[in-house]
Every structure is written in structure tokens, then in C-alpha cells.
């Protein structure tokens, strides 16, 4: 019985080291192949609960924020993605879940057992900070955004003292359009503004279209130039 | 590689240079620039930087010899071939096309450069790659703006692959009484450009007058050109000790290759004003990137080669 015990805590250990040698792996990878420049306007780099919402055209989207966060505070951020699509595989759902950690969400209203908005809270309530695409899903049309999900205004109720960081992702769409399996190495560029909350009374509408040109005058910012 | 007395005379020599040069930019900045905000001499600082950096992985790769040579212009060549197509009008249907530039074709034609094989790597790019790349993108999507992605694709693949290449390739030359030495005309052509460049700047300050092109940069003008290939020249004759030409020759070359130098890296800003950018890249923030550094060599490379096979290599 204690053998079984000391079993699966060392196998938990074991998991958790090939998680963070994974993780470290795919940073230095995502940098080599995108020469990731950040540029942070808006926000410094320090320790301090965010929820970034950011523009979304490729998978790799949330690597590449998480990548050029730095190790201290990466530890502490998990991306929102979609269950359906990170718990495919066993390696998919390795990925998702030990190395990015990250908060699955179901996107059928239908089927799942939990509301999304409730879940980000808990993450958020645990420490967390949160990588969030608020157009869910990914934009391949010529325009620079897709109208925004409802799920950030509702976590920006819920949790009104969280800071609501706009980044504007530069590129990287053509470092991976859908489907393709192999990674282009171009250069791009991550863009931080300033944090942003929900003013008292602010409807769904007004907050999600002050959300959106927050994230859109992003991208006309010093990142834009590639 | 044998690294004969030049090389480690040439070697202290750099070293020497690079000091007065960093003191001399520590005084400048310390005297008109204490909070880094004189623009002139702040890009003397970057441009000496990047010097320490190349003049270091040089000597490093010359260690190694001829094969990491080849190894680290083929990294150069990736990275530049980053900058620049991050920079070129694309569409998702190039996607194979340029996966095969990057992956398929830079290696190749560093490996062609390696093994020597001139007949084709002189040829690979200009012809293979030109023609067949289109026909990858032509197979995956539509014809929109179809001449511009395969032009400029072409280009980056003939500035950051085919023609840096034209630097290792150097070391393949076979010069009667130069065995072992060819890692000189490499540093011969390097500083040359580098000098040069900011020779040109120096020129246009103290007598410019007629801008070269008004309409890209007021920098650069005539008459620092004509001081800078003057410079160039005398330069290069004051370098014959390290190839296995005569003064005369070598001066000739050091005319060749700062015009030709001065004028890609005139050609290059034009590209980047086209494409709305200050700098290719910023390997350091604010500071440019690889092809900003480089461009001149890039330039000026396949000419010296030529010319020295030409008119002085066993073929």
C-alpha cells in the first residue's frame, strides 16, 4: 500500500519534470523559430495577477505570449483553451494539461458540466493569471478582428479587481496558417498595453467595444511595423 | 585550417583596432552623449558592438575551419532570410514554397559550398530555385499578387542565401601560394566594407554637399562616397600583406568593393523604406538587425569572388 503511494507520487514527479523540460523546450523552440521582439507599453514585466486577451489567427497564439512572458511569472499563467481540441490525443492533452496548465474549456454549451466564465474565476481565484482569445476562434478573413465572445465582460464582472491586459500579436499567422504541420521561422512580435477594467455600470456592449480598440490600437503600436 | 603567422598578426591587429575603438567610443559617449540620447554617436557604440560580435565569431569559426565557416554564414543566412521575408508580400499558399527556402534550399546551398561543387551552387539559386519555387506556390492558391510574393521571395533567397554564400565561398578559391591562408581574403573583404561604411559617414559630415539619393537619405552623399572608395582603395592596398595580390591589385579591389559595399547597403534602405521599416531587425532593441550589419558584405561578395577567380584562381 505505501509502495503504491510512493509509486504514483514519484510518477506525479517524474510527470512534472518532463512537463517543465517540455515547456522550457517549446519556449526556446518558439523563440528560434519567431525571434520573438515583446514590447511592453503598456505593462512591465513583474509579478502581478493579469488576464491577457489577445488577437487570434494561429494555434500557436498563446505559446508565443506564454513564451516571451518571463519563467517567473509564466509559471503563473495558464492559457484558456478548448478542451475539444487539447484532449484529442494523449500528447494533446499532455500538453494542455501539464505543460501549459491550461484552463479547458468546453465549447459546447450543451455538453459541458461547467459554466467557462466560472472556471477562468477559479483559475484567477487560485493565483492564476490567464491567456484568453475573447473572439473564440481563429480569424482567418482579412479583417483585423472578429466581434469578441461575451466571456471576457463576464469575467471582468466577476472579477472586476484583475487587471485586463490587451496584446496585440504580430505575425505569426503566417508562421503557422491552419493547417499546416510545420512552422515557418518568420519574425513576430508581441505588443502589451495598458490594463483596462470594467467601469461601474459599463453595459456588455460599451466594455466589449472599449475591449476591442484597446486590443486593436495595439496594433497599430510599435509592434505594428513588421 | 593552417592559421599561418598573418592570421594571428591580422588577429591582434583586429584586436588592437577594436579597443582604440571602444575607448574612443566610451570617451565620445561619456563627453556628448552621457544619457544615450546623441544619435550619432550612439550608432558608432551599436556598429563597434557588432564589430566585437563578428570579429569574435569569425575568429571562432576560422578555429573550426573551412566547415565552420560554412556553418556560421549558413546561421547568418538564416537569420537574414527571417528578416527579409517577415518583410515580403506572402499568402498562406506560399507556405511550402518558403518552408522549401528556408529548409530545403539554404542548406543545400551551403552544403554545395562546403563540398566545392561550383558548377552548382553558382546556378542553384539563380536558376532551380527561381524556377521552381513559383510552380510550389502556383500549386497551392490563387494568382493574387502572384508576380510581387515570387519576386520578392526570389530576391531574399539571392541577397541572404546566394550571395552571403558567395563569403565562405571564398576559402574554396585555389590561389598558388595561398594554401591554408584563404580565411584572410574573408577578413579582407569584411573590413574593407565595415571601415568604409563609416568612412563614408565621416566623408559626408566634413564635406558633403550633393546627396546620392535625396529622396532615401541625406546622409549619404557623393562626396563621402568618392572619400570613402579613395579611403577603400588606399585601404586595400594597405592590406595587401594578407592576400596574395600585389598593392596595385588589392587596390584595386578595396575600390570595387566599397563601391559596391556603399551601394547594396544604398539599395538595401531602399527596400526597407518600401516596406515602411527603420531596420531589418533589431537583434539588439533598437539597433538593427543582421542584414542591417551586413548588407555591404552581402553585396560586395560574389564580385570579389568572381573577380578573384577570375583573374587569379587555378580553376
Known amino acids: 500500500m505505501k509502495l503504491a503511494v510512493l509509486v504514483r507520487f514519484a510518477g506525479r514527479k517524474v510527470r512534472t519534470f518532463v512537463a517543465n523540460i517540455t515547456g522550457n523546450a517549446i519556449a526556446l523552440f518558439t523563440r528560434f523559430l519567431t525571434a520573438a521582439r515583446v514590447n511592453w507599453v503598456g505593462i512591465e514585466p513583474i509579478q502581478r495577477q493579469r488576464v491577457y486577451f489577445a488577437n487570434h489567427t494561429s494555434n500557436a497564439d498563446f505559446v508565443l505570449v506564454w513564451t516571451v512572458l518571463p519563467a517567473a511569472i509564466r509559471a503563473r499563467t495558464r492559457p484558456v483553451a478548448a478542451s475539444d481540441y487539447w484532449l484529442k490525443s494523449k500528447l494533446r492533452a499532455f500538453a494542455g494539461r501539464d505543460v501549459f496548465r491550461a484552463v479547458l474549456i468546453d465549447r459546447n454549451p450543451d455538453t459541458r458540466p461547467a459554466d467557462p466564465v466560472e472556471l477562468m474565476a477559479r483559475a484567477l481565484d487560485q493565483g492564476s493569471s490567464l491567456i484568453l482569445f475573447p473572439e473564440g476562434k481563429r480569424n482567418m478573413g482579412p479583417g483585423k478582428l472578429l466581434p469578441f465572445k461575451t466571456g471576457l465582460y463576464h469575467l471582468a464582472r466577476a472579477r472586476p479587481e484583475v487587471d485586463l491586459v490587451p496584446v496585440w500579436i504580430e505575425n505569426l499567422n503566417y508562421v503557422m496558417p491552419k493547417g499546416e504541420i510545420v512552422p515557418l521561422p518568420l519574425i513576430c512580435s508581441v505588443s502589451f498595453g495598458s490594463p483596462m477594467h470594467r467601469a461601474k455600470g459599463e453595459g456588455k456592449k460599451a466594455f466589449l467595444a472599449r475591449a476591442e480598440a484597446a486590443l486593436l490600437a495595439m496594433s497599430q503600436g510599435e509592434g505594428a511595423d513588421t | ?315
Not at chain 2, 566610451?26 to 550608432?43: I, K
Not at chain 2, 566623408?203 to 537619405?217: E, I, K, N, T
Not at chain 2, 534602405?269 to 555591404?296: E, P
Open chain 2, 1 to 315: 585550417m593552417n592559421d599561418g603567422t598573418e592570421f594571428i598578426l591580422l588577429l591582434n591587429g583586429v584586436f588592437l583596432i577594436l579597443v582604440i575603438a571602444w575607448a574612443a567610443a566610451t570617451l565620445l559617449r561619456a563627453r556628448l552623449s552621457p544619457d544615450g540620447s546623441n544619435p550619432m554617436v550612439e550608432n558608432l557604440a551599436a556598429r563597434i558592438g557588432a564589430w566585437w560580435a563578428i570579429a569574435a565569431m569569425l575568429a571562432l569559426a576560422m578555429l573550426a575551419g573551412r566547415g565552420g565557416v560554412v556553418v556560421l554564414f549558413a546561421i547568418i543566412s538564416f537569420a537574414a532570410l527571417r528578416e527579409f521575408l517577415t518583410l515580403t508580400a506572402k499568402s498562406y499558399a506560399d507556405h511550402w514554397a518558403l518552408m522549401a527556402a528556408f529548409f530545403l534550399i539554404l542548406p543545400l546551398q551551403y552544403f554545395l559550398v562546403y563540398m566545392d561543387w561550383y558548377r552548382i551552387y553558382s546556378v542553384f539559386i539563380p536558376v532551380y530555385a527561381f524556377l521552381y519555387l513559383p510552380v510550389l506556390s502556383v500549386l497551392r492558391g490563387g494568382p493574387d499578387n502572384f508576380l510581387k510574393r515570387v519576386s520578392e521571395s526570389q530576391w531574399a533567397l539571392m541577397i541572404c542565401v546566394y550571395a552571403a554564400s558567395h563569403v565562405p565561398a571564398l576559402l574554396s578559391l585555389d590561389l598558388a601560394g595561398f594554401e591554408g591562408k584563404a580565411i584572410l581574403l574573408i577578413a579582407f573583404l569584411v573590413i574593407i566594407v565595415q571601415i568604409t561604411d563609416v568612412l563614408q559617414y565621416v566623408w559626408s559630415q566634413l564635406w558633403g554637399r550633393h546627396p546620392v539619393a535625396p529622396s532615401l537619405s541625406a546622409s549619404k552623399t557623393w562626396e563621402g562616397f568618392a572619400g570613402a572608395v579613395a579611403s577603400g582603395g588606399l585601404l586595400g592596398a594597405g592590406m595587401w600583406w594578407m592576400t596574395p595580390f600585389s598593392p596595385l591589385a588589392t587596390m584595386v579591389l578595396g575600390f570595387v568593393i566599397t563601391a559596391t559595399g556603399l551601394f547594396g547597403a544604398l539599395v538595401m534602405s531602399a527596400i526597407k523604406r518600401d516596406k515602411g521599416v527603420r531596420d531589418w531587425g533589431q537583434l539588439v532593441a533598437g539597433q538593427g538587425g543582421f542584414i542591417d550589419r551586413l548588407d555591404g558584405v552581402v553585396f560586395a561578395a560574389p564580385v570579389f569572388f568572381h573577380l578573384v577567380r577570375y583573374f587569379w584562381a587555378t580553376i
